[in-house]
């Protein structure tokens, strides 16, 4: 089945949006970079003054307990950008032994907004924290004094996270997946092999030395007309098997644009691209990642 895609980024390239199912959470005190550098997937070490970087928590069995955006403001001060609904309880094991440390972990009442416009990001000053994304097209997430206009739903941004093969990750999947299962090696600095223990790390490295990860996430798209059902995350969609069709997958994520179904699945990893697949009554056709599936 073919469809032509509709890009979020194509089709408003000068997107500016309230991220308002996000949240902004700091780190701070002199051990915070020890500290997230022994919770999270991602080398903490390395990240500079004014880098971020995708990452995870995991728990003991190195399942996700939360995904987000880590960015460095000073040599001891982080932020953490969030999904509201994995929290009260992806905040409370991640600070489970943080009594240990000199460090704090502060839920902030500030407004968040994601833009692809460069014309606002011209308008940034000293008062604006920028968070620039890695990923292409770029994309910023700012918070601060700063007076701007929003000009989209903030459901798009997580749709171009889809588009972009940038996993979600929500309540109803929350402890359910390891990282690779959601193509987080895939993503540049998202998993460090090299920096050492971490809560998780061993499942993580047998997935990646051992073979262990049997998953990876996939994009799907499917043409709609008027009003649908979307389904649920941690629902399934459905493969044809002969003149049968069976339930697979776990759904990451589903966004509705324009007269278009988009949903992130994590099926198993040697899919047969031919397969026909089906949510509801909608047909369903791969999307292509602008990564590759192959282990590094």
Request: hydrophobic share 40%; with cysteine; aromatic share 10%.
């Amino acid at each position: 089945m073919k469809c032509e895609c509709q890009k979020v980024t194509h089709q408003q390239p000068e997107l500016c949006v309230a991220l308002t199912q996000y949240r902004l959470i700091e780190v701070a005190g002199i051990d915070a970079e020890k500290y997230l550098q022994g919770q999270l997937t991602c080398d903490v070490a390395k990240l500079a003054v004014g880098e971020q970087s995708l990452t995870c928590h995991c728990d003991p069995k190195g399942k996700m307990s939360a995904l987000f955006r880590l960015y460095r403001a000073t040599a001891e001060q982080f932020f953490l950008i969030i999904q509201q609904n994995l929290l009260p309880e992806a905040l409370v094991q991640l600070k489970k032994y943080a009594v240990f440390s000199k460090v704090t972990f502060t839920e902030l009442d500030q407004a968040l907004f994601g833009t692809t416009s460069g014309e606002i990001i011209a308008k940034f000053n000293e008062n604006v924290t920028a968070c620039y994304l890695d990923e292409e097209p770029k994309r910023t997430i700012f918070w601060g004094d700063i007076a701007v206009e929003a000009n989209g739903d903030g459901s798009l941004w997580d749709l171009i996270d889809i588009q972009q093969g940038v996993p979600l990750l929500y309540k109803a999947n929350q402890f359910e997946l390891i990282p690779q299962a959601t193509n987080l090696q895939q993503l540049d600095k998202a998993i460090s092999f090299t920096k050492g223990c971490y809560i998780g790390q061993e499942t993580v490295a047998r997935a990646k030395y051992r073979g262990a990860n049997k998953r990876a996430m996939f994009t799907f798209v499917g043409n709609v007309e008027g009003e649908i059902e979307l389904p649920a995350v941690a629902s399934s969609i459905e493969m044809q098997l002969g003149e049968n069709w069976k339930n697979t997958g776990t759904i990451l994520a589903v966004q509705r644009y324009q007269q278009q179904l988009w949903l992130q699945v994590v099926l198993n990893k040697e899919l047969d691209p031919e397969a026909n697949f089906r949510v509801g009554n909608v047909r369903l056709a791969l999307f292509e990642l602008p990564y590759s599936l192959e282990e590094n």
